[in-house]
């Protein structure tokens, strides 16, 4: 089990091995069209007022649930919102929720990770049996409980997907330390007195980042489809919010007559998704040619 | 080997037993669910009377007790709302699940190695290009809209399909189309990865030096040693769909244990609940023990002491 975590890590080969750094991307055609995606995405969701014909909560009743049309590209919803406006105002849920998510649970896990794997003991059988155990129930249970038990919202949703994200990367950063601790350059710096603070932060951590940078890159992935999925499910972002999986639910209750309710942010998830995708392979095709097969 | 396994129960007895803890007491932090199952306009001494009924007036530490002392006997206590035995409503709803889940399962073996295989062997061309443009589009849409889509082009549009529900063979195609693809899609990755690092191997350029024609490389040399991560990920797709699959359940009406669980929930059915955290736990639990075992079979180099 704790050897599987690399293989459960997404993966497609490069088939053009791109060169170091930024310059590689051009060579990559999928890695430029993910980053081109998620670029859009963030612009959507920075300029969202700007970019948005109508405000997307408004609702005017003398034109609910129209067919896309001029004035309409995507369509208007049962409460006659602009849907093309709520898409445009949804990346903003979506991409806050990846972002910070990520960072938080990517934090707490790397933390426990140096911590359990470079001290060992006991911290570190606890460390683990408790990812066994959240890694033996399913996540999307999780989650669930978590919001029904709390209450639905931006936080609690962002709290569950914390509790839900951090092993992985316990797992891949304590893999990394346990391989890293006996090189010489670790040993060398503890012969000289180094304290542990100081070996992890400037021996062990650098050579840990690429695996953490590439792991989070497709977990933000996960993570938007995870907070689409929860709020779909009605436990998450709750009306009037625009917000793609909550957008899809609506839409639900209208599929057998209004199927751009469903289909429009539906797409922009799955879009959304594939960017962030295609910008972690190529990420790690990049950085870490090891990662690869 | 005796040991090994004594030790691997003693872990899955442990990683169950503290899921039910932390789900018991985090279903009961925002206190007892009585009010949902009484009349409207009942009286507050009715509301005292039904909860001392229930036990909830007791500590939480002697709920939590009581109940565990039950569980181990696989008593998991009566269903609030429907006032039988909550461990056989649940499993009455795994027949459902695991049917879906094995078409599922199969699909998914059938579509993602063969596309895996093809797409490794021919690395580079346009076979590949499709594969991995196939896989990257079905790891990135996400379950539940795939399904809403699949119900309105063949249930809604062209009517050839049931829209939801339980039934003949028509009712299985759109709920296992669902689940295939995103776990096809993670499958084909991991065999086209791992057949690509099974053909650099030494062994690879020995057999086609000794002049076997590459198909037979690949079905005696790669495929068996490319088996290991493949079986893995399929082990934990299958604990996966066998616990329940929430979401696609719920899309398509399915009564299966995912969507049970998920009523539960909302309903705050808490013995219902926790019945469902312990089956799916150590269903999922349960397979991986079976896919470590495999390893044995696969690679002979491997050996539980």
Same mark, same amino acid.
């Given at each position: 089990?704790?050897?599987?975590?690399?293989?459960?890590?997404?993966?497609t080969?490069a088939l053009r091995?791109g060169?170091?750094g930024l310059p590689g991307l051009w060579r990559s055609r999928t890695g430029t069209l993910g980053v081109a995606i998620v670029a859009v995405a963030v612009l959507c969701a920075a300029l969202?007022?700007?970019l948005?014909?109508?405000?997307?909560?408004?609702?005017?009743?003398?034109?609910?649930?129209?067919?896309?049309?001029?004035?309409?590209?995507?369509?208007?919803?049962?409460?006659?919102?602009?849907?093309?406006?709520?898409v445009i105002?949804?990346a903003?849920?979506s991409l806050?929720?990846g972002g910070?998510?990520?960072?938080?649970?990517?934090?707490?896990?790397?933390?426990?990770?140096?911590?359990?794997?470079?001290?060992?003991?006991?911290?570190?059988?606890?460390?683990?049996?408790?990812?066994?155990?959240?890694?033996?129930?399913?996540?999307?249970?999780?989650?669930?409980?978590?919001?029904?038990?709390?209450?639905?919202?931006?936080?609690?949703?962002?709290?569950?997907?914390?509790?839900?994200?951090?092993?992985?990367?316990?797992?891949?950063?304590?893999?990394?330390?346990?391989?890293?601790?006996?090189?010489?350059?670790?040993?060398?710096?503890?012969?000289?007195?180094?304290?542990?603070?100081?070996?992890?932060?400037?021996?062990?951590?650098?050579?840990?980042?690429?695996?953490?940078?590439?792991?989070?890159t497709l977990?933000v992935s996960?993570?938007i489809?995870?907070?689409?999925?929860?709020?779909?499910?009605?436990?998450?972002?709750?009306?009037?919010?625009?917000?793609?999986?909550?957008?899809?639910?609506?839409?639900?209750?209208?599929?057998?007559?209004?199927?751009?309710?469903?289909?429009?942010?539906?797409a922009a998830l799955a879009l959304t998704a594939l960017g962030v995708n295609l910008t972690g392979d190529w990420l790690r095709d990049t950085?870490?040619?090891?990662?690869?097969? | 080997?005796?040991?090994?396994?004594?030790?691997?129960?003693?872990?899955?007895?442990?990683?169950?037993?503290?899921?039910?803890?932390?789900?018991?007491?985090?279903?009961?932090?925002?206190?007892?669910?009585?009010?949902?199952?009484?009349?409207?306009?009942?009286?507050?001494?009715?509301?005292?009377?039904?909860?001392?009924?229930?036990?909830?007036?007791?500590?939480?530490?002697?709920?939590?007790?009581?109940?565990?002392?039950?569980?181990?006997?696989?008593?998991?206590?009566?269903?609030?709302?429907?006032?039988?035995?909550?461990?056989?409503?649940?499993?009455?709803?795994?027949?459902?699940?695991?049917?879906?889940?094995?078409?599922?399962?199969?699909?998914?073996?059938?579509?993602?190695?063969?596309?895996?295989?093809?797409?490794?062997?021919?690395?580079?061309?346009?076979?590949?290009?499709?594969?991995i443009a196939?896989?990257a589009a079905?790891?990135a849409?996400?379950?539940?809209? /795939?399904?809403?889509? @699949?119900?309105?082009?063949?249930? %809604? #549009? +062209?009517?050839?399909?049931?829209?939801? $529900?339980?039934?003949?063979?028509?009712?299985?195609?759109?709920?296992?189309?669902?689940?295939?693809?995103?776990?096809?899609?993670?499958?084909?990755?991991?065999?086209?990865?791992?057949?690509?690092?099974?053909?650099?191997?030494?062994?690879?350029?020995?057999?086609?030096?000794?002049?076997?024609?590459?198909?037979?490389?690949?079905?005696?040399?790669?495929?068996?040693?490319?088996?290991?991560?493949?079986?893995?990920?399929?082990?934990?797709?299958?604990?996966?769909?066998?616990?329940?699959?929430?979401?696609?359940?719920?899309?398509?009406?399915?009564?299966?244990?995912?969507?049970?669980?998920?009523?539960?929930?909302?309903?705050?059915?808490?013995?219902?609940?926790?019945?469902?955290?312990?089956?799916?736990?150590?269903?999922?639990? /349960?397979?991986?023990? @079976?896919?470590?075992?495999?390893? %044995? #079979? +696969?690679?002979?180099?491997?050996?539980? $002491?």
């Amino acid at each position: 089990m704790a050897e599987s975590a690399r293989w459960l890590v997404p993966r497609t080969g490069a088939l053009r091995r791109g060169g170091r750094g930024l310059p590689g991307l051009w060579r990559s055609r999928t890695g430029t069209l993910g980053v081109a995606i998620v670029a859009v995405a963030v612009l959507c969701a920075a300029l969202a007022p700007v970019l948005a014909p109508y405000n997307p909560t408004a609702a005017q009743f003398s034109t609910t649930l129209r067919p896309p049309s001029a004035a309409h590209p995507f369509g208007t919803d049962q409460l006659g919102r602009d849907v093309l406006s709520r898409v445009i105002f949804g990346a903003r849920i979506s991409l806050l929720v990846g972002g910070v998510t990520v960072l938080i649970s990517g934090f707490v896990g790397c933390a426990l990770g140096m911590l359990s794997g470079y001290l060992g003991g006991w911290l570190d059988a606890a460390v683990m049996r408790l990812a066994d155990v959240q890694l033996s129930f399913p996540f999307i249970l999780l989650a669930l409980t978590i919001n029904a038990v709390i209450g639905a919202g931006l936080q609690t949703i962002m709290l569950s997907l914390v509790v839900a994200g951090w092993p992985l990367y316990v797992r891949v950063v304590r893999g990394e330390i346990l391989a890293l601790r006996h090189r010489e350059y670790v040993q060398a710096a503890i012969a000289t007195g180094a304290r542990n603070g100081r070996v992890m932060w400037q021996h062990v951590l650098p050579n840990v980042a690429t695996p953490i940078i590439v792991v989070s890159t497709l977990q933000v992935s996960q993570f938007i489809i995870a907070e689409a999925t929860i709020s779909f499910l009605g436990f998450g972002i709750q009306p009037p919010t625009a917000a793609w999986g909550g957008m899809v639910s609506d839409g639900r209750n209208y599929i057998f007559f209004a199927w751009w309710l469903t289909a429009f942010p539906g797409a922009a998830l799955a879009l959304t998704a594939l960017g962030v995708n295609l910008t972690g392979d190529w990420l790690r095709d990049t950085l870490d040619p090891r990662l690869r097969t | 080997m005796s040991r090994y396994l004594l030790g691997r129960a003693g872990q899955a007895v442990l990683a169950i037993f503290l899921a039910l803890t932390v789900v018991f007491f985090l279903v009961r932090i925002t206190g007892d669910p009585v009010i949902l199952f009484l009349p409207q306009d009942v009286q507050p001494k009715d509301i005292v009377y039904f909860r001392h009924l229930l036990g909830f007036d007791r500590p939480v530490w002697q709920q939590y007790l009581s109940f565990l002392g039950g569980a181990v006997h696989g008593d998991f206590g009566r269903s609030l709302r429907y006032r039988t035995p909550a461990l056989s409503l649940v499993v009455s709803r795994l027949p459902a699940t695991f049917q879906l889940a094995a078409t599922s399962l199969a699909m998914v073996a059938c579509a993602a190695v063969p596309v895996g295989i093809a797409s490794a062997a021919r690395r580079g061309t346009f076979v590949d290009n499709i594969g991995i443009a196939a896989t990257a589009a079905g790891q990135a849409v996400p379950g539940f809209w /795939l399904g809403l889509m @699949l119900i309105w082009v063949f249930g %809604v #549009w +062209l009517r050839w399909l049931p829209v939801a $529900g339980y039934g003949g063979w028509t009712h299985f195609v759109l709920p296992s189309l669902t689940l295939t693809a995103f776990y096809a899609a993670q499958i084909a990755r991991i065999t086209r990865s791992s057949v690509l690092d099974a053909l650099g191997q030494d062994y690879v350029r020995t057999a086609r030096a000794k002049g076997i024609h590459e198909r037979g490389v690949l079905a005696r040399h790669v495929l068996k040693n490319a088996a290991i991560p493949i079986v893995t990920v399929f082990g934990l797709n299958a604990g996966q769909l066998l616990g329940g699959a929430v979401v696609t359940e719920t899309i398509f009406a399915w009564p299966g244990i995912g969507q049970y669980i998920l009523n539960a929930l909302r309903g705050r059915d808490f013995p219902v609940v926790m019945v469902g955290v312990f089956l799916t736990s150590a269903i999922y639990i /349960l397979v991986n023990f @079976l896919v470590d075992l495999s390893y %044995v #079979w +696969l690679n002979p180099q491997v050996r539980y $002491g």
